[in-house]
Every structure is written in structure tokens, then in C-alpha cells.
């Protein structure tokens, strides 16, 4: 397979460090595809599982993504779709080379400490994901994402994974300037020309020209500027994309360095990774090239950053308290988990979300600032008497150890994802977790002659074997 590369990209990436037009022209022609995924800590906890998970994926070995603690690559790219785990949230498929800002984020912030991190251009949630597995379980991640359908992806993909600690919002950087000095790390990852996946994607290379470029790189500067007061000094900013264009890597630095106050941070990079550091032209600021030829990844770029000053913090007093549940409504919810301390049991529109006490202030100002799309984990709907569990809740980790359970085998399980009746002997009654390999799937009611599928119509299985 050959992939057609535009002239005015190549003609730009003569000259950038690290550029080897032959080779980086063959392995665009090889149609080599690269299969990788990062493991969800939260969910499969230690060797033994991490093996069941990898070898029902891959009979031949894996192998580890060198930059990242729970990245692995695969030998082929199985079908994912199939996979139980993947619906279970064990894992999450993301490209090798993006999984490289978890080697950013350990060099430039200090993990044991509870940060509040905006990861600004979030969906489908790659990078959200790695954030929350990385940082402390009393940080907050607030996974924002401008186009509304995106956001609803990412949300599914938040719920999935399982964490209580994230915010899913759905707003244009722009609003993120009523939050001034609210974060400690600002992630943006974005939107760009997208020349790095052209390997993977080669159709996309119809939609490349010079002029894109261009409206990519003044789109990426309007984001950074916009975005920027929302965090606060001292604090990190990481910028990525997945474009080779100068215009969009190393003249954005030179552009924060300028006209932000942003003073780049230089990472210490192992060189047998073969990711290439780069310099800008006017401040001398130092970034990575991950080229496809000599990493086994995609095309890549990333820079870090620290704030040097403070923006002038508006006061405007924010509530910082949210609607709890009544103690009564609380009952409900309790039975379900697995712990109650710390957890803040808030009510919202008739359901039960559950937020970690710490965050709940800090959730209180996002509200009244932001459009939440998800918050925390939903417990469910309250009923008079219970609650009506929701799958956010199955998908949790704070779900209680002695709620009854139906094992399902691999086929059964794809039933139950398909929507269908697994048909199982079950010897419960009522809510049940359908679980495959002790890892939830999500709820069925049983009933004396059958068995209510509660799967998520809009996450089901369509595919066919
Ligand atoms: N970080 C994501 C991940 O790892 O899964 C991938 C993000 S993708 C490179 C860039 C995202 O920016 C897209 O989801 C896109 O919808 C969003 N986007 C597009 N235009 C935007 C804008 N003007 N401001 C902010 N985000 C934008």
C-alpha cells in the first residue's frame, strides 16, 4: 500500500531535526499499522489480571510502551469491539506515541499532591484517561470537550473507565476565562492539521493543504490564549498535536513564549527512545518529534510549559456548596458501595451522584461556571422507596463488594452486550451485576421467567461475529 504525502507537507519538514525524507516516505508506503492500549490500574489491579486481560487480546507476547507504565503494544489489532474486557472498562485503546505525555506530566508535576487538572481538548478521551490513572485519587480532572456530540463520546468513555473524580464539561475554551487561576495543569491537545496519523489514516490526507495549516496554527493560538488565565501561576501547561507542521509545533512555542508569560520546561528524555527534541527558532524552546520511522507510534509532537505570572483574580464570590441528599435519600444509595467516607452524596434532577467529599467545593464553582455534562459517578435514579441503579454505577469502582452477581461466559457476555437474554441459570433475584471475569459489564434485573437486560441501549454491541 502507498499513501500519497502532499509536496508542500514534505517540502516544510526539510531542514526540522530528526527529518529522514527516505525513510519517513517508506513507512508512510509500508502500511504498517502499530496496535497499542493502556490498562486501567482501577480496574485490573495487578500481574496475574493484566496477563488475562493481554493474552484473551493476543496469544503472541505484547510488548511495553517504553514512556508509559500501562501501555502495551500488540502484535495484530484484534477486534476490540469484541472483547468484554474493553466494554468493561479494563482497558483503553489509545496511540503509543500520545501516551507519552504520562512521561511529561511525571517530570513536570508533583503527583502526590491533589491538583486540579483541565484537560481543555478531551475527547474521545485518550488523554483524560491517562490523566486520571496518573494523578492523585483527590485530584480533579475536568475533561472539557467544544463539540457537544464529542462530549457525549467522551462521557461514555469517562463513565467507563470508572473514576469518581472527573467532570466531563462541554464548553468553547473562551468560557474557561470565568475560572481565572483555577487550575494547576492545563492540558491541551489540539485540534491540528493531523498530518502525524496520515500512516494510519491515509484518506485523510484529501483534507490536508498549506492553508489549513495555517487556520490550524491561528486556531491553536486563539485556544492557548483563551484558556490560559485559567490557570494559575506557578502551574503547567502541555501543549501537543498530532501535525508535523512547524507552524503548529515549534512556532506555537515561540508564540507562548512571547506573547504569554510561558517559560518552557525541558524534559529529560532516555535517547534508545528515539523521539527527537526540537528547538524553536526565536526562544530556543524545547519540544519532542515523534516520527513514525523511529518510534513505534505515530507522528507526534509535545512541549511544556510552567505560568510565570498570575492573572488578576476577578472576586467574585462563588457558592462552594452543592445540594446534598437527605439522610433519608442517602439510605438509599449507602448498600450500593463500598465506602461512604469521604464520598459526597449530591442530588440532581432526581438522581443520586456521588463526588469525593474534597472535590465537592471546587464541583460546586465548575457548576455555576461551566455546562456539566457528567460529574463524578451517578449512583441513579431515586424511586419512593430505592434506587434505581445507573450503569455509571456499575461501570465504578466504589461499587460494594456483596451486591449479587451473574458470571457470564465470553459468548454469554456478548449477548447481554448485544442487548439480547444471556439465557443463564442465575439463583438471584432481583438487581444483579453481569459480570465477565469477575469484571462488571453492568445491570440485569432477574425476574422469576427472565431476565431484564438493563445494557445501555445507545453502548450496545452492532456488530456481527
Ligand atoms: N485529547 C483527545 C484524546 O486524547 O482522546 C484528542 C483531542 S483531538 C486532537 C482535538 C479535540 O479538539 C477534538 O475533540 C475537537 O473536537 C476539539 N476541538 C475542535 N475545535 C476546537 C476548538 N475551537 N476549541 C477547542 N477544542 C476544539
Known sequence: MSTYLPPALLAGLRGLPGYNEEAFLQVHASGERVTSLRLNPAKVHNVAEAAQVLQSLSAAPVSPVPWSQYGYYLPQRPSFTLDPFFHAGAYYVQEAS????????????????????????????????????????????????????????????????????????NNDPRDMGRLPGFFDVLVVDAPCSGSGLFRRDPEAVEEWSPENVTLCSQRQQRILADAWPALKENGVLIYSTCSYSKEEDEAILDWLSTELEAENIPLQVPADWHIVTTRSDKRNCEGYRF???????????????????????????????????????????????????????????????????????????????????????????????????????????????????VALNKAQALQYLRKEDPAVPTGVKGWALMVYEQMPLGWAKILPNRINNYYPKELRILKEV
Not at 490523566?131 to 468513555?157: H, K
Request: glycine share 4%; hydrophobic share 45%; net charge neutral.
Open 98 to 169: 500520545s501516551m507519552f505525555l504520562e512521561h511529561a506530566i511525571r517530570q513536570t508535576c508533583d503527583l502526590s499532591q491533589p491538583l486540579k487538572v483541565l484537560d481543555l481538548c478531551a475527547a474521545p478521551g485518550g488523554k483524560s484517561t491517562l490523566l486520571q490513572a496518573l494523578f492523585s485519587a483527590d485530584s480533579l480532572l475536568v475533561s472539557n470537550e467544544v463539540i457537544r456530540a464529542r462530549a457525549g463520546l467522551l462521557a461514555d468513555n469517562i463513565s467507563r473507565w470508572g473514576a469518581q473524580n472527573v467532570v466531563v464539561t
Open 291 to 405: 516520527y513514525p520511522d523511529q518510534v513505534m507510534g505515530e507522528g507526534f509532537f509535545i512541549a511544556c510549559f510552567r505560568k510565570t505570572s498570575a492573572d488578576p483574580v476577578v472576586s467574585r464570590k462563588l457558592k462552594d456548596t452543592l445540594p446534598a441528599l437527605s439522610k433519608k435519600e442517602q439510605e438509599k444509595v449507602f448498600p450500593w458501595l463500598n465506602t461512604t467516607a469521604e464520598m459526597f452524596l449530591m442530588e440532581h434532577q432526581g438522581d443520586a451522584i456521588i463526588l469525593p467529599a474534597s472535590l465537592a467545593p471546587a464541583v460546586a464553582v465548575l457548576q455555576q461556571q461551566l455546562y456539566l455534562r457528567k460529574a463524578g459517578v451517578k449512583a441513579g435514579q431515586l424511586t419512593a422507596k430505592d434506587l434505581v441503579p445507573d450503569h455509571q454505577l456499575a461501570m465504578s469502582t466504589l461499587l460494594a463488594a456483596n451486591i449479587p452477581q
